[in-house]
């Protein structure tokens, strides 16, 4: 009937009991809050037990997007000058132990933190809810190789020791970023003065 649009599904034969939910906007921007809330509480945690596991010297858990856009896959762990403390992809090789009686190990829900893949998986579960991860700031890690870092990789920062390669994004990002840590931010140089002229005669 001309003048009329009918959405597919709505008409009385087409209805699906099983799709009988419905938000509202508030409802919609309170659990994206939740997600991200929960993001940045997962991130602190993934940066508190590499910490932990490596005596405080982990500065960068460094990421790598895959070109398909639906994995990321985990890299490296440097310190804050970029030697690399942990090469992942070994399938043997496990992450060290957190330190006896540590507050953070209840909260891996009985996953072993040592075992690469919880990490991973930790990971994944921040990239699949649309968290956004810095840069690596490739330029201020002199010791960084190739192999374990390079400009293309993205990071996650573990420490006060580790800054990013911007310090902001514009709002959209700055909403989704996760960043548990990082280096106090520069503060602008004040302007200088101008020189004042000579008092007229």
């Not at 690469?116 to 809810?129: D, E, I, K, S």
């Not at 960043?179 to 003065?193: D, I, L, M, T």
Request: hydrophobic share 40%.
């Amino acid at each position: 009937m001309p003048g009329t649009h009918r959405v597919p599904g709505t008409g009385s034969k087409n209805k699906d009991p099983a799709v009988t939910a419905s938000i509202t906007w508030t409802q919609f921007v309170d659990a994206t809050a939740r997600i991200r809330q929960a993001n940045n509480d997962l991130a602190r945690l993934i940066a508190d037990t590499l910490s932990a596991q490596f005596g405080g010297a982990a500065a960068y858990l460094v990421l790598h997007e895959a070109e398909s856009a639906d994995f990321m896959g985990l890299i490296s762990v440097l310190d804050a000058e970029g030697s690399c403390l942990f090469a992942f992809g070994d399938d043997l090789a496990t992450l060290p132990p957190l330190p006896p009686d540590s507050p953070h190990a209840s909260a891996w829900d009985g996953r072993d933190p040592a075992e690469p893949w919880t990490v991973c998986r930790a990971v994944q579960g921040l990239y699949q809810t649309g968290a956004l991860f810095d840069r690596l700031p490739l330029d201020r890690l002199p010791q960084a190789i190739p192999s374990t870092a390079c400009d293309e990789h993205s990071c996650l920062l573990l420490s006060t020791a580790a800054r990013p390669d911007l310090w902001t994004f514009d709002e959209a990002d700055m909403a989704r970023l996760v960043r548990p840590y990082s280096s106090p931010r520069p503060s602008a140089s004040p302007p200088v003065p101008l020189p004042t002229p000579p008092a007229s005669r």
